[in-house]
């Protein structure tokens, strides 16, 4: 059964088109992360969704009701803050049931609601307490907790691990899809944070300057970009981009010529290429291997700079004329992660090798 159900909606503040003719089906119990850069619509669709911001045109569905204008809290909907917006005079229990007194419910029915909500997020021994005697993860708890008490169609989720320090980020992460799993509620979820999408998300809907870019499941996004804007805004080091031109193309196969020698030959793109295309050819940094013989591609650089991560060692490789383009720290070196602990010399030079399988048109 559909949950959600966005259809042509758009958003104009004067001149400025924050939302453009989205268009998406949400269906109960998924769990639905919005990414993308700053500014680009992201909160102001999840807004939308709440009620908190009206919209300039189309229709907001909510288990099959017209809720394009319903207040806020008649729309079933319960929202998370990053700010958890906790009152700081009430106690853990008097935040959690707060949306139920409004509401009129008895105080049977509240204890019993804070206190199934408190067990789920593992808040009992702290009910007594006030906002300021929490941590930052316990605040959040509390707000989530607020949320649960009030058994909504909906939970709406503003960046709510953005004040925590990472570990803590990571313990919630875990948390939240647990807690999705145990409550089987329908979860739409905003961030800039892609590991956070890649890793609570059942689908990502990633946004661009308020259009829709792509949607699907995690791996799908990521094994299958449909564009050069999802190809380098999932995946950390990000992907690399190299410009070249199609110089042969038969059906759904074409090989391209880049700078320095580089050739690359596809056997199988989704859109055909026609020769005398001008086209960007994409490699994941992990995809990349350095000085390994067994290769069919291959060119070289010299090492600028490594990072060692423990597991993982990052290295920056400047290929002279074989250069990266609009890459995320504006330099045109090539970014190769490789999966152990490997010594790179400063200003060595080095082989770098991918396979053609690997590599994006
Ligand atoms: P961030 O990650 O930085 O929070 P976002 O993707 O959530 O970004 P929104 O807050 O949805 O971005 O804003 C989208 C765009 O709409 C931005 O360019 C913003 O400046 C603009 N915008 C938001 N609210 C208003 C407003 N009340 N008046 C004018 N412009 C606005």
Known sequence: MTSVEIQNVQ???????????????????????MVGPSGCGKSTLLKAIAGLESVTSGQLMIKGRDVTKVEPGERGIAMVFQSYALYPHMTVAQNMGFGLRMAGRSKAEIDVAVARAAKILRLEEQLGKRPKQLSGGQRQRVAIGRAITRSPDVFLFDEPLSNLDAALRTQMRVELSTLHAQLGSTMIYVTHDQVEAMTMASRIVVLNRGRIEQVGAPLDLYSNPANLFVAGFLGAPRMNFV??????????????????GLSVAFDDLVVPAAKGDMVTLGIRPEKLRIDDAVSAISFSGQVRLTEYLGRETIVYVDAGELSTVGSDSGTSVFTAQIGDIRPFQAASTVSITFDARDAYL
């Open 11 to 33: 958003k104009h503040y004067g001149s400025f088109h924050a939302l453009n003719d989205i268009n998406l089906s949400i269906e109960e119990g998924e769990f639905v992360v």
């Open 243 to 260: 410009a070249g031109t199609v110089v042969e193309a038969q059906g759904h196969g074409a090989r391209v010529a880049c700078a320095a």
